[in-house]
């Protein structure tokens, strides 16, 4: 038996992988990873992968960048964690002070991982609606598509019918308006033409139900887990602009497109505009701890501020604001700086869509798009099981890419290099010609 061979036994028989019908583990293997450095994973054979998606969107900066990791090391030796109820300490100061300037939303609440900020933002929203005296406005808007996390709170803004159909006697499930993907364009109308009809139906309904409207949550310009959906920002402009005029909160769920993916530091500076709520997690710490953060106004905090202890907020989680995870932000929030990031990925995305080219126009592929460091496009295959196919044919060629359905994308780490950008570009163009126009397969839904 390899070595691989012996994680991978051992891992089915204890451990439930997330995402999974675990019984395709019988056909599918699981890839036990030994180590990780820069792109590339290694298994325990010595195998490597280029990490493309980023293990699913939050190692920014690749795998165990040492600027990251000398900040925990360093962190370590004074504090590894104090309860945030009746504490605080240096490194969650420093980190909500400094999203604070950077968002234009000076209050920070921690939590975990992303479905615990939809879940925050939520509620947050819904109390301040009870707090100023309207207890009416307690429904939730998302758009079609849309992903805000799984636990039931999130699960109920969340239209992915595959992850809900099934908890849905216990959703308490929100309003859908439709998503303003660009693909929606009708002959001759532009992303800008589909963005305004999307804001008009959303105009609609805040119109006839905005009594009842606690908030509108979306994720801004790309919905990750529908399969890259990319819309116009003009979407955004608009939406916050009806949901002053309709009192309604706008929630910006930025967990996969917050801190640079889509070309700016938080995809909303595109559109000029300011929610209510910033959710952030998943790149937040580079990859390395667990945090989340939702950012607010100060009037939603000014709400809450009272003699009263129920109109405070009463929530939390074990790990709020836990002290290596807040260190390891701010290492983040330094390289931003320091490497002028956003600036340097404008020069890497021109040159990455340059060398897609070929990818672009191959017969099988439509929908070619793409925004800061996502690319995405749709494959026209009539094998049901494309996406397994897919991923397990680019694993051969030694690189991590996880289709959505029959949506191929890549979400590679801001470290990545021209030959790495080279060699995805070859291995995506192999995979097609080997798979696009197949006769079939087996039918399976698709998981991201
Ligand atoms: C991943 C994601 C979430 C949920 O985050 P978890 O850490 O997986 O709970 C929520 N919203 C968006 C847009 C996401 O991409």
Redesign the pocket.
């Known amino acids: 038996m390899s070595h691989n061979q012996d994680w991978l036994a051992r891992s089915r028989a204890a451990v439930w992988h997330p995402c999974t019908q675990m019984k395709r583990h019988e056909t599918l293997p699981l890839i036990p990873i030994a180590s990780a450095d820069g792109m590339y994973l290694t298994d325990f054979d010595g195998n490597r992968y280029l990490d493309g998606v980023s293990s ?2 939050v190692n920014l900066f690749g795998h165990g960048h040492p600027a990251i990791k000398q900040a925990i090391k360093h962190q370590l030796d004074s504090l590894e964690h104090v309860m945030l109820a009746g504490f605080t300490h240096k490194p969650v100061v420093e980190l909500s002070e400094r999203l604070g300037r950077l968002s234009g939303l000076g209050h920070a609440f921690y939590g975990s ?6 879940e925050i933002a939520l509620k947050m929203s819904f109390h301040y609606w009870q707090n100023v005296g309207e207890p009416g406005k307690r429904r939730f808007v998302s758009l079609e598509g849309s ?5 039931v709170g ?1 699960l109920a803004v969340t239209d992915v019918p595959l992850f809900s159909d099934t908890y849905a006697p216990l959703l308490k499930t929100g309003l859908r308006v439709p998503s303003p993907d660009a693909r929606h364009a009708a002959g001759g109308e532009s992303a800008a033409d589909v963005a305004r009809r999307a804001a008009a139906a959303l105009e609609n309904l805040l119109a006839k139900h905005h009594g009842e409207i606690a908030a509108l949550i979306v ?1 801004p310009l790309v ?3 529908a399969g890259m959906v990319m819309y116009d920002p003009q979407y955004l402009t608009l939406a916050r602009e009806l949901c002053d005029r309709y009192q309604v909160h706008l929630i910006a ?5 917050g801190f640079g993916r889509t070309g700016a530091l938080f995809a909303c500076e595109q559109a000029g505009i300011k929610p209510d709520f910033l ?1 952030l ?2 790149g937040i710490t580079g990859g390395f701890l ?1 945090l ?1 953060c939702v950012l607010t106004t100060d009037d939603v905090y000014a709400a809450f501020y009272d003699d009263d202890v129920t109109r405070g907020f009463l929530h939390s989680h074990s790990y709020t604001g836990n002290a290596l995870a807040c260190a390891a932000a701010l290492a983040v929030l330094d390289l931003f700086e320091q490497e002028d990031v956003i600036s340097a990925n404008r020069d890497k995305a021109e040159r990455f869509t340059t060398l897609l080219q070929p990818v672009a126009a191959h017969p099988a592929v439509r929908h070619f798009r793409h925004v800061g460091m996502i690319w995405a496009f749709d494959v026209d295959t009539a094998r049901g099981d494309f996406a397994q196919a897919f991923f397990a044919g680019m694993l051969a060629r030694g690189c991590l890419l996880r289709p959505i359905g029959k949506t191929v994308y890549l979400m590679p780490p801001y470290i990545i290099d021209d030959t790495q950008m080279q060699l995805l570009t070859e291995a995506v163009l192999a995979e097609l010609d080997r798979l696009a126009g197949g006769d079939g397969g087996s039918a399976s839904p698709a998981l991201p």
């Open positions: 699913w969107w991982d992303g479905a615990s900020a939809t992903y805000h996390g799984e636990t999130a994720e919905q990750g887990a769920d930025e967990i996969a497109v959710c997690s998943k667990p989340s």
